[in-house]
């Protein structure tokens, strides 16, 4: 029974000064036991309802992940990461907010890899993977220990142009097999790659005006009707200024193994996070297009039908 006691009081010893430790800990690290833990309750692809955003992705989905940035949080890492899972967003630490308020900025895709050890504000994008790339925060000014909830609206990084095609009886078989976006020789007006500021949300330090956007559709073919918009083409492009010049920038085609390019207007340009829709239409040069039996004899007539501004 002695022996019984002794390693009760000892156990109860244990559990006190750890405890205590703990309680101590809190304090090193300027944490009270009225601060409040940091949770992302929901995270949103911005969606006004005119049509006018422009992105691939229209929500999260389990197995996703977004990086956060706290600029002013002062207790720990600054730039922790969110993923969805079971229908709830975790946090990869926690983050406990005292009653000094801090912004919440977010961004979309989170890599393990690349963004593991940020120190800046800023990371890369680019256009030539096709990643939907999204920047957000916080809807309410700030996240304290009065206000731990953060509901997040994210919003697209790039351009979303995309092309209805429209076979007008042409009698071969239409397959698109590539679309891309490009600077023409020695211009550089459209870059391939940047910086994000997940602060501000825009792109700086623009770069690589060699490479183009594209795509390469697997088994896609021109529609009799038209398309609908769900059909289309789509290809995410970084956003640009107005064109100086025209065809500084063009669109390239390549259907039934022919290329078809066309020059961009002087003053185009495309706006992050906005959706620009063309209408490319098959047209004889000369004869009817059904009479027309060689491609050769078939140019590309495109006509911008919405920029959704």
Not at 56 to 83: C, K, Q
Not at 209 to 233: G, L
């Amino acid at each position: 029974m002695k022996n019984i006691l002794i390693a009760s009081v000892l156990i109860i010893s244990a559990l006190v000064l750890f405890f205590s430790c703990s309680d101590e800990n809190l304090s090193d690290n300027g944490i009270t036991e009225g601060d409040s833990r940091l949770q992302v309750k929901s995270v949103a692809v911005y969606n006004s309802g005119s049509g006018s955003e422009g992105g691939t992705i229209s929500e999260f989905v389990n197995g996703d992940t977004i990086g956060l940035y706290l600029p002013e949080y002062r207790r720990g890492y600054p730039f922790p990461y969110s993923a969805r899972e079971n229908y709830r967003w975790h946090l990869s630490e926690p983050v406990f907010l005292s009653s000094e308020p801090t912004r919440l900025f977010a961004y979309y895709p989170f890599r393990i890899k690349e963004h593991a050890y940020l120190w800046d504000k800023h990371v890369n994008v680019e256009h030539t993977t096709q990643t939907d790339y999204m920047h957000g925060k916080a809807i309410f000014d700030y996240i304290a220990s009065d206000q731990p909830y953060a509901y997040i609206r994210m919003i697209h990084v790039l351009a979303l142009i995309q092309f209805q095609f429209v076979k007008n009886g042409y009698p071969h078989d239409c397959s698109l097999m590539r679309v891309s976006i490009s600077n023409s020789g020695g211009v550089k007006h459209l870059p391939g790659s940047g910086k994000l500021d997940l602060e501000s949300g825009n792109i700086v330090e623009t770069a690589e005006y060699d490479r183009a956007a594209t795509i390469t559709p697997r088994n896609m073919n021109f529609f009799t009707p038209p398309a609908s918009e769900k059909d289309f083409a789509r290809v995410l492009v970084m956003p640009i200024d107005p064109v100086k010049n025209h065809g500084d920038i063009y669109f390239e085609f390549v259907i039934d193994g022919r290329v078809y390019t066309w020059p961009m207007e002087a003053g185009t340009h495309w706006q992050a996070g906005m959706k620009y829709t063309y209408r490319v239409e098959m047209v004889a040069m000369a004869r009817s297009v059904k009479d027309s039996g060689s491609p050769a004899q078939i140019n590309v007539v495109l006509t911008q039908t919405s920029n959704n501004e």
